[in-house]
């Protein structure tokens, strides 16, 4: 148990017409748990094996996938996000204990398991009980509803009496509860009407505020009312009862509703803590619905039979709240729900819950529903029943930051579909965001986010989706989707099916079945971007994965992403490349991607692939056990606005009527070259930064105005910056906005600063090199960028070099990047020594990356056998590419080295295209090392690709002879 403020006690003992505390009774024992669905910690030994095996392929291991991902900090984030960047297998460890939870079909212990996301920082103790009256209420309906109903109407009156949201606030300028509704309400729903009139406060006050909240006093109410009311149902269902009509009970905790077995209507002002139907075919315009807003804090509704209808379509209903407790039990029959905003079990700020025990039902509702929770919790349970389900937005297991969403089924064929509403603009114009089955977000930059899960036991399942959903998460989030059986469909838009987006991490689990997936557009199936980590298993069956590019096991930008079919004869599609296992470098370094199918008869766009073992794009691998049209120039992201319809709309949104003229308005010309250059932007934010430069000594202030957003990490308003001043500074102000920035790399701001190194970086001011170096000195929290610029500007001072095994990766990363910019003999050394697994993997694959780009510098065929002679020349790209194939056989050939170092330089040469590195390439077919074979195989493979026909030619005779020989089958397999 956990303890409530010493503020939030004394209000429950002063509230007036608060009953008597009493010592408080103990629940019934639970149910026994079904027996476990996984090996301890989920992965089979199998699976396990093949994941080894693949990250061999790109010499890596298990432990390289906790490589850096994160690159800001937040006191929003939640362990079990962190746990699933640093390791991703984890995600495996989570998706197996939700749905075990899940199959116990008991809400209690999946709201138990939600709470437990959240960080233990609220204090911790006792609740007392409060005695409540409920004599009359027994009489009207069974002695064996007391003790259940005692403990429900206990947790409403502490509810009642401890309404405030904030029990003790920092700082003197407190927002208001109806402030910090409102705002908690409209950061997920800007468009739903606030029945207060209150301020609307900021971001930074809702995110601040929200610390203050002691979570646990309405979590402690919520899993107090869900541990007794199975009982109070229970009891319910096995009473001889004859209560006809509308019975009104009065207690001190509130109003109790108690309505006989006829056809009853519930209207929307039924203001009851408690609202018990013994059945009928009844219709209900709000329910459970709870509003600390509205002054009703909360509401519990049980209806024990019938086909009942929910369609008042009301926000906040059928287990929808809004800084309170909401709770809509269901016991059974075929039930239509239609509702409005959070709803059927949706949480802000509160708990709702809804439980519906069987039934082909229908769900349908706006944003945030059907399992959404933001700072708080919202749950979903469904025992049984063919059902569909419809969500505009953030639904079916969606939640936000400090939130946990949930919707589990049990059984039955259902229908999940999400989004249709709210287009996906300016990046569509015909397609639909969803954020739904099992997706999560943060409030970027901000805030982290949550833990979105759904969860489906059984049946033949479909869902569908447009962009953002299916067990995929953005921003610090983590979203699950598990399927434990059934032969089912996925067919999403973009982002969707077991992705990580954006520093965050998501996971598809589909346990049997013959399945299909369908993602137009990646990143998707199995696919990650940005530092974020995306896994899709398929343990069985028959499946066929389809569409385009950055799926199917890519890691994309610094990700990782692992598609593992378990068996089955498959089918494996893309239209576009960089899928099917792959990922390459970018920023300077790589990611993980692996497609891993473990067996049967599979049919690949690439025809090669069945029983085959392929290394794609660097850093991504196949391994295939024995055993939609892209758009074009007139696609649907093409623009269609004209140049001239363009200008005059910058024109038209930019000018404003001043002194009875028109005149262009500073901050609206700078908001729209802020934008995101797509689709008809591509046309629009030109033009718009044009005018703006245009303006000129204005624009210099502005621009320069905005240099901490670029330090911040702001991309639109980086690249806008950087247009501008590149504008700029193609005009006589070149002399003043280079001395500027320099002043700026001076200023108190770390992030002002920062956004200057930068600027300088892209306009590659020479002058700054004196100043950069003596930052790298003194300017710690600056260190990476301004290791980045002086890379950008060819300068690699000795410092440099210390930062290869930086603890901070991204150090390392840039450190790799600026030496290979200089590429004189000393870096070639520095770089060829940190080759090795004492170098962490995202420094490691760039420093990788480096030498292959100088060993690759452009030569021409009659120059490849030309080495330089004389060392301390300055090296010619001729001469540097001879030198960085030199410095490279050396390590190919050094058997004293680690294999990794080793392989880490075949690979190197052969990206070369360089004559020289046919010898150590060769050399090492004969290694002791299967894996540097492998390596030497796939190095060969390379070179091959880019060598002149004789040269080739040659290659491939010894590739062929070494193959012949090869006895190991995996490296004889490579293809």
């Known amino acids: 148990m956990r303890r409530i403020s010493l503020l939030a006690l004394v209000l429950l003992f002063a509230a007036p017409g608060v009953p008597k505390a009493v010592a408080q009774e103990a629940p019934a024992t639970p149910a026994e748990a079904p027996n476990p669905v996984d090996v301890p910690g989920f992965w089979t030994d199998p699976e396990l094996a093949a994941i080894d095996e693949?990250?061999?392929?790109?010499?890596?291991?298990?432990?390289?996938?906790?490589?850096?991902?994160?690159?800001?900090?937040?006191?929003?984030?939640?362990?079990?996000?962190?746990?699933?960047?640093?390791?991703?297998?984890?995600?495996?460890?989570?998706?197996?204990?939700?749905?075990?939870?899940?199959?116990r079909g008991d809400a209690h212990r999946l709201f138990a398991q939600a709470r437990a996301q959240f960080p233990d920082r609220w204090p911790a103790g006792d609740y007392p009980f409060y005695e409540v009256p409920c004599d009359d209420i027994v009489a009207v309906l069974s002695p064996d509803v007391r003790k259940p109903l005692r403990h429900v109407l206990s947790h409403a009156a502490r509810r009642a009496a401890s309404i405030a949201l904030v029990r003790a606030y920092p700082n003197e300028h407190k927002p208001s509860d109806a402030e910090i509704l409102r705002k908690a309400l409209h950061s997920q729903m800007g468009d739903v009407p606030s029945a207060e009139t209150a301020r609307d406060i900021a971001d930074g006050d809702l995110l601040a505020v929200a610390q203050s909240i002691v979570f646990e006093d309405y979590f402690e109410d919520a899993s107090g009312v869900l541990t007794y009311l199975p009982n109070l149902v229970s009891a319910l269902r096995t009473a001889h009862l004859s209560t006809t009509g509308r019975n009104e009970f009065k207690t001190s905790a509130g109003t109790v509703l108690v309505y006989g077995t006829g056809d009853d209507l519930h209207p929307a002002d039924e203001d009851a803590i408690l609202v018990i139907d013994l059945g009928g075919n009844d219709t209900y315009l709000r329910g459970a619905s709870a509003s600390v807003e509205q002054k009703r804090p909360f509401s519990v509704v049980i209806d024990l039979s019938g086909d009942d209808r929910y369609v008042g379509e009301n926000d906040f209903s059928f287990g929808g709240a809004l800084g309170g407790v909401a709770i809509q039990w269901d016991c059974g029959g075929n039930d239509t729900y239609r509702a409005g905003n959070c709803s059927l079990g949706a949480g802000i700020l509160g708990v709702g819950v809804l439980v519906d025990e069987g039934g082909d039902d229908v769900f349908r509702a706006k944003d945030f529903c059907e399992g959404a929770g933001a700072f708080g919790i919202g749950i979903l349970l469904k025992k049984g029943g063919n059902d569909l389900y419809h969500a505009d937005l953030y639904g079916q297991g969606f939640a936000s930051t400090w939130g946990c969403g949930v919707l589990a089924d049990l059984g039955g064929n259902d229908v999940y579909d999400a989004g249709g509403a709210h287009l996906h603009e300016p990046l569509y114009r015909d397609r639909y965001t969803a954020l739904s089955q099992g997706f999560a977000i943060g409030m970027r930059p901000d805030a982290s986010g949550g833990v979105?899960?759904?969860?489906?036991?059984?049946?033949?399942?479909?869902?569908?989706?447009?962009?953002?959903?299916?067990?995929?998460?953005?921003?610090?989030?983590?979203?699950?989707?598990?399927?434990?059986d059934g032969h089912d469909t996925y067919n999403g838009t973009h982002y969707c099916q077991g992705t990580g987006i954006h520093l965050s991490a998501g996971m598809l689990l589909d346990r049997a079945g013959n399945d299909s997936y369908h993602c137009l557009n990646g990143v998707g199936v199995g696919g990650s971007h940005d530092f974020a980590a995306?896994?899709?298993?398929?343990?069985?069956?028959?499946?066929?994965?389809?569409?385009?590019?950055?799926?199917?096991?890519?890691?994309?930008?610094?990700?990782?992403?692992?598609?593992?079919?378990?068996?089955?004869?498959?089918?494996?599609?893309?239209?576009?490349?960089?899928?099917?296992?792959?990922?390459?470098?970018?920023?300077?370094?790589?990611?993980?991607?692996?497609?891993?199918?473990?067996?049967?008869?599979?049919?690949?766009?690439?025809?090669?692939?069945d029983d085959a073992v392929w290394v794609e794009g660097t850093v991504g691998a196949g391994i295939d056990r024995p055993s939609e049209t892209p758009a074009g120039p007139g696609g649907p992201q093409a623009p269609i606005i004209t140049k001239d319809a363009a200008a005059a709309k910058v024109e038209a949104e930019c000018k404003t009527e001043k002194d009875g003229k028109r005149d262009w308005d500073l901050d609206k010309l700078w908001a729209m070259s802020s934008e995101w250059a797509v689709n008809d932007n591509s046309v629009i934010v030109p033009i718009a930064r044009e005018q703006f430069v245009a303006l000129g000594d204005p624009a210099v202030d502005r621009a320069f105005e905005r240099l901490r957003m670029c330090g911040i990490g702001s991309g639109l308003e980086f690249e806008a910056v950087q247009d501008v001043m590149k504008r700029l500074a193609a005009t006589d102000r070149k002399a003043a906005i280079q001395t500027r920035l320099l002043e700026k790399t001076k200023d108190e701001d770390d992030l002002t600063r920062r956004g200057a190194v930068s600027v300088i970086a892209s306009l590659q001011v020479a002058d700054a090199v004196p100043r950069l170096i003596e930052m790298l000195?003194?300017?710690?929290?600056?260190?990476?960028?301004?290791?980045?610029?002086?890379?950008?500007?060819?300068?690699?001072?000795?410092?440099?070099?210390?930062?290869?095994?930086?603890?901070?990766?991204?150090?390392?990363?840039?450190?790799?990047?600026?030496?290979?910019?200089?590429?004189?003999?000393?870096?070639?050394?520095?770089?060829?020594?940190?080759?090795?697994?004492?170098?962490?993997?995202?420094?490691?694959?760039?420093?990788?990356?480096?030498?292959?780009?100088?060993?690759?510098?452009?030569?021409?065929?009659?120059?490849?056998?030309a080495i330089p002679a004389d060392p301390k020349a300055a090296p010619a790209p001729t001469e540097r590419a001879g030198r960085a194939v030199a410095a490279l056989a050396k390590v190919a050939r050094d058997e004293s080295l680690p294999a990794m170092s080793r392989r880490n330089a075949l690979r190197a040469l052969g990206r070369s295209g360089h004559a020289h590195a046919v010898d150590p390439i060769v050399d090492a077919f004969l290694s002791k090392d299967r894996w540097v074979r492998f390596s030497a195989f796939q190095a060969a493979r390379a070179l091959i690709a880019k060598s002149n026909e004789v040269d080739a030619a040659e290659l491939r005779v010894s590739l062929d002879a070494a193959r012949a020989i090869e006895k190991d089958p995996f490296v004889r397999r490579l293809r």
């Open 54 to 103: 693949g990250l061999d392929a790109v010499n890596a291991s298990r432990a390289d996938l906790g490589f850096f991902k994160r690159p800001i900090e937040d006191p929003f984030r939640l362990d079990v996000v962190n746990r699933a960047l640093d390791e991703p297998l984890s995600m495996g460890r989570e998706a197996a204990e939700w749905d075990e939870t899940a199959r």
């Open 452 to 484: 979105g899960v759904l969860v489906d036991v059984s049946g033949n399942d479909r869902y569908q989706t447009d962009i953002y959903g299916q067990g995929s998460s953005y921003w610090y989030s983590l979203g699950l989707l598990i399927d434990d």
């Open 534 to 609: 995306g896994i899709l298993l398929d343990r069985s069956g028959d499946d066929h994965y389809s569409g385009s590019g950055v799926s199917q096991g890519c890691g994309h930008t610094n990700g990782v992403g692992i598609l593992l079919d378990g068996g089955g004869d498959d089918g494996y599609c893309a239209v576009h490349g960089s899928s099917q296992g792959f990922a390459t470098t970018v920023r300077g370094t790589g990611g993980i991607g692996l497609l891993l199918d473990q067996g049967g008869k599979d049919v690949y766009s690439e025809s090669t692939r």
């Open 777 to 865: 000195k003194t300017d710690e929290k600056n260190r990476r960028s301004i290791i980045g610029a002086l890379g950008v500007l060819k300068q690699a001072p000795p410092e440099v070099a210390g930062y290869l095994r930086s603890k901070a990766e991204l150090e390392g990363v840039n450190a790799a990047s600026c030496l290979g910019g200089v590429g004189d003999d000393a870096s070639l050394a520095t770089l060829t020594a940190a080759l090795g697994p004492d170098v962490p993997f995202l420094t490691r694959t760039a420093v990788t990356e480096q030498l292959a780009t100088l060993a690759a510098e452009t030569v021409p065929p009659a120059a490849n056998a």
